[in-house]
């Protein structure tokens, strides 16, 4: 028993390595933050047993409703989550809060140290995500992109593996990084040529609200709560669900806070990649370094706003034309507005970060990379 006769605390999580690996940190940190001892309880999901692509199992929930009806039935106090598999909606009696992002870059592993750039033409290159396959085949369409499923050693082992089927795979650095496995990397991709899934890198850890009527498990989440990681996912999540972008569509999203501002780029392709739209956008924060409750609700406020008007801009711009997109068109209602809320205006640096990014492209299409033909 914990202190006091408090019982233990326990932490549901799913049963992959890497789930039981990032759950593991959360729950020392849980453990140091409460006094309470843990509990490790492990939750079949259906996205453990089912098979095929991420989109004809149901999409990202099939990896959240398990652990979330645990929590529900109380059956576990606290639910761990890659905050990229959470639905973008609002549910109902849960909590969540966000720790410390991990860099949210995905990464390719490739035998002999290869790039994209270096990668030969006609090289076949495995990956599961509609998205980073599109931005992959934008910059390089003369690779084979294969759709994989698996876990992380499955899937390193189709490229790196004695039975080597496939020249590379594209993972999310976080995962590899958690698991120890960052040796497999052949090169962190820059977010200009593949930005990563909102909410890449960033776990979610979900409780009940009713929970929180326990002070100490309240401070312990707040502590756990780590700010700029919740704005930059915020917007990141706001603008999906504008967009009401699902797991199939090629859709990437990055935001970064900079001092007093928030900074959203985000990424709507063509599943063949043969054509993408790019928007970037900032917002000013009010509320300084150490914000009130009242400004710190702002901020957040400012953060979906931001996201808002992004997914506006390319809609605006045709995105739905483009990818699996169900457009709800006008502005974003609700939210904000007037100096306290941050107006959102184009960065002042992204008509020269589009001119890199298109010369990054051309540089890779037109046999500026150095890899030798099959």
């Not at 991420?54 to 009806?69: D, I, K, P, S």
């Not at 990055?254 to 956008?281: C, F, K």
């Not at 306290?340 to 990054?360: F, K, L």
């Amino acid at each position: 028993m914990s202190p006091a006769g408090t019982p233990p605390l326990r932490v549901g999580t799913r049963g992959s390595a890497l789930a039981t690996t990032q759950t593991g940190h959360v729950a020392r940190r849980l453990e140091e933050l409460t006094g309470r001892e843990i509990e490790i309880v492990r939750i079949r999901t259906d996205g453990d047993v089912l098979t095929g692509s991420l989109a004809q199992m149901g999409g990202t929930g099939v990896f959240v409703t398990a652990l979330r009806e645990a929590l529900l039935d109380e059956r576990c106090d606290v639910a761990v989550h890659s905050l990229k598999d959470l639905p973008t909606g609002h549910a109902p009696g849960l909590t969540i809060v966000t720790p410390e992002r991990e860099n949210p870059r995905d990464v390719l592993c490739a035998r002999g140290g290869l790039t994209i750039a270096t990668l030969p033409r006609g090289a076949r290159v495995g990956t599961g995500s509609p998205r980073r396959a599109a931005q992959l085949r934008s910059v390089r369409p003369d690779l084979d992109v294969v759709d994989i499923r698996g876990n992380v050693d499955t899937r390193l082992a189709r490229a790196l593996g004695p039975d080597a089927d496939l020249d590379a795979v594209v993972l999310a650095y976080a995962g590899l990084a958690r698991l120890g496995r960052l040796d497999a990397v052949s090169e962190v991709v820059d977010t200009a040529i593949m930005a990563p899934a909102a909410g890449q890198g960033a776990l979610a850890v979900e409780v009940r609200t009713s929970s929180l009527d326990d002070p100490v498990l309240a401070r312990a989440l707040r502590d756990l709560d780590h700010e700029p990681t919740r704005l930059a996912v915020l917007a990141e999540r706001s603008l999906l669900a504008r967009l009401e972008a699902g797991c199939a569509a090629p859709v990437g999203a990055h935001a970064v806070v900079e001092e007093d501002e928030i900074v959203l780029t985000a990424v709507v392709a063509r599943v063949d990649g043969a054509e993408q739209l790019t928007h970037s956008a900032r917002a000013a924060l009010p509320g300084g370094n150490a914000p009130s409750a009242a400004a710190r609700s702002g901020r957040d406020d400012v953060a979906r706003d931001l996201g808002a008007r992004v997914a506006d801009a390319l809609l605006a711009d045709g995105a739905a034309r483009l990818a699996p997109l169900r457009e709800t068109g006008g502005l974003a209602t609700g939210s904000p507005s007037g100096p306290a809320a941050g107006d959102v205006t184009p960065t002042d640096a992204a008509p020269s970060s589009e001119r890199a990014v298109e010369a990054a492209r051309q540089q890779l299409r037109d046999g500026g990379y150095r890899g030798e033909t099959r």
